[in-house]
């Protein structure tokens, strides 16, 4: 760990170098001619195809992405949590075509690597020089005895922001004064590694106001999670005696729900539930199995300098769905990889050598209204993964004065605005 000062130097430091940082200005930047296709317009893909049209307006970029709204997961703890409103979530993507990405509102269901073709949901084949896959998660329906797709329509996930989102909050909102809340997180690796806690923090603050009888369990798959010290110390100072986590070692591995009932067991207990959230392993997006790119995890083997994907020449992987080494599964990481990915595209559709890339994420935590704390490292290749730069890694201080938690709160409100800005405004 390193103090807090030195931390924001070596960020500062980094941030010169990453290729969000130097990107050319279109004016001077030369027309290559590609075709690009970016499947997915979150945090990776719109990002990419923005900041390719920018490298490179000469690019043709087009982005396939199945939904009109993108509705963001940062911040979505807060909208469970009745601290903010669903809409301030959403964005469209008015601005990226303005700026010359084509936008196709559509799912694409097939990839041909060899002839370099993406089918789309109503069947147009479209050709590319380069594909980038930026899908996100699929949740594995699959893995978790009880929880089917129709059982999250009980035990909701909110793990892709937007309807489940919702339906947490209004559950959160009927259940009685008094009543058990469960949130399940999965084993490692997973979207956002501290979500799952700063969203018990944040239902905890929930409770504590409104429903103070109330109790909350996380039943982990894990023994230790990110921030954890953190969020430990938040509990103690805020919650005491409303959350309790349960972890793998001490029996907290969730191996059966059900919907039905309203129970949720792990080897040694049978939980009666007011609300159950239920996070299930995950994987990357359906497409990336379906173009070849994903291995026998689920997820999705890259080259660190290009996240060209070691298993289909021309097909690029990013965000979630790709294996990033020690990188985290953040929207901070999917925006960094995608400035890096852009770059290295239009050097390789130039014939030209990509640089080697530094990477920043910057993962935010809040614990309650005004209190928030982060974790914060740069990356760089190394044997063929992505490593941390040594020294760069940093959390907040523990023990730290109300006014630190409190600026952070301010600088976290700050990231996502200035990022969501970057992708959409
Ligand atoms: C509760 C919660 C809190 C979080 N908080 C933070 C935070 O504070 N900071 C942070 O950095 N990260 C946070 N994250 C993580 C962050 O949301 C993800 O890491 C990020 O969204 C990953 O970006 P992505 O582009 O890979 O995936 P997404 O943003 O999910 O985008 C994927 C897109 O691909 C589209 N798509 C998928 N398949 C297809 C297809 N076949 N055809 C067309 N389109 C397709 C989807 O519709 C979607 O729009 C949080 C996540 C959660 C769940």
């Known amino acids: 760990?390193?103090?807090?000062?030195?931390?924001?130097?070596?960020?500062?430091?980094?941030?010169?170098?990453?290729?969000?940082?130097?990107?050319?200005?279109?004016?001077?930047?030369?027309?290559?001619?590609?075709?690009?296709?970016?499947?997915?317009?979150?945090?990776?893909?719109?990002?990419?195809?923005?900041?390719?049209?920018?490298?490179?307006?000469?690019?043709?970029?087009?982005?396939?992405?199945?939904?009109?709204?993108f509705t963001a997961c940062p911040f979505s703890n807060e909208v469970i949590a009745g601290l903010r409103d669903l809409k301030a979530q959403e964005f469209d993507y008015k601005n990226l075509r303005a700026e010359g990405v084509v936008v196709a509102f559509t799912s694409a269901t097939a990839v041909d690597p060899q002839a370099r073709m993406v089918t789309l949901g109503n069947g147009d084949r479209l050709r590319y020089d380069r594909l980038v896959l930026a899908p996100g998660v699929d949740l594995r329906f699959d893995a978790l005895p009880g929880y089917t797709e129709a059982a999250a329509e009980r035990m909701p996930n909110a793990w892709k922001a937007g309807e489940q989102t919702a339906l947490l909050r209004r559950q959160l909102e009927a259940m009685p004064d008094g009543g058990l809340v469960v949130i399940a997180p999965p084993a490692n690796p997973y979207r956002c590694p501290p979500g799952p806690y700063e969203r018990a923090s944040l239902i905890a603050y929930y409770l504590k106001t409104k429903k103070p009888k109330s109790k909350l369990i996380i039943l982990d798959a894990k023994d230790q999670f990110s921030k954890q010290r953190l969020f430990q110390d938040a509990w103690n100072e805020l919650y005491p005696?409303?959350?309790?986590?349960?972890?793998?070692?001490?029996?907290?591995?969730?191996?059966?729900?059900?919907?039905?009932?309203?129970?949720?067991?792990?080897?040694?207990?049978?939980?009666?539930?007011?609300?159950?959230?239920?996070?299930?392993?995950?994987?990357?997006?359906?497409?990336?199995?379906?173009?070849?790119?994903?291995?026998?995890?689920?997820?999705?083997?890259?080259?660190?300098?290009?996240?060209e994907s070691t298993l289909q020449p021309y097909i690029h992987v990013i965000g979630d769905a790709c294996i990033a080494g020690a990188m985290p599964k953040s929207g901070f990481s999917a925006n960094a990889q995608a400035k890096v990915c852009?770059?290295?595209?239009?050097?390789?559709?130039?014939?030209?050598?990509?640089?080697?890339?530094?990477?920043?994420?910057?993962?935010y935590s809040i614990a309650a209204p005004g209190y928030g704390f982060s974790v914060a490292a740069v990356y760089h290749p190394a044997n063929g993964q992505l490593v941390e730069v040594p020294g760069s890694a940093g959390t907040s201080p523990v023990n730290a004065a109300r006014s630190v938690r409190e600026q952070e709160a301010k600088l976290a409100d700050g990231w996502f605005n200035t990022i969501t800005g970057e992708m959409f405004g």
């Open 1 to 69: 760990m390193i103090r807090s000062q030195s931390r924001r130097d070596v960020l500062k430091g980094a941030a010169a170098t990453a290729a969000g940082a130097t990107l050319p200005t279109p004016a001077l930047a030369q027309a290559s001619g590609g075709r690009v296709i970016v499947v997915g317009g979150g945090f990776a893909g719109a990002s990419c195809a923005r900041a390719l049209r920018r490298l490179d307006p000469g690019t043709a970029v087009t982005l396939v992405e199945t939904s009109q709204t």
């Open 342 to 363: 852009a770059a290295a595209l239009v050097k390789l559709m130039r014939g030209e050598k990509p640089d080697e890339p530094r990477l920043i994420n910057t993962c």
């Open 241 to 307: 005696g409303l959350v309790e986590w349960v972890p793998l070692s001490m029996g907290g591995k969730v191996t059966k729900v059900d919907p039905a009932a309203m129970t949720v067991e792990t080897d040694f207990n049978k939980f009666t539930v007011a609300v159950a959230n239920i996070l299930p392993p995950q994987r990357a997006g359906r497409i990336a199995a379906l173009a070849g790119v994903a291995d026998r995890t689920g997820w999705c083997p890259i080259d660190p300098i290009t996240f």
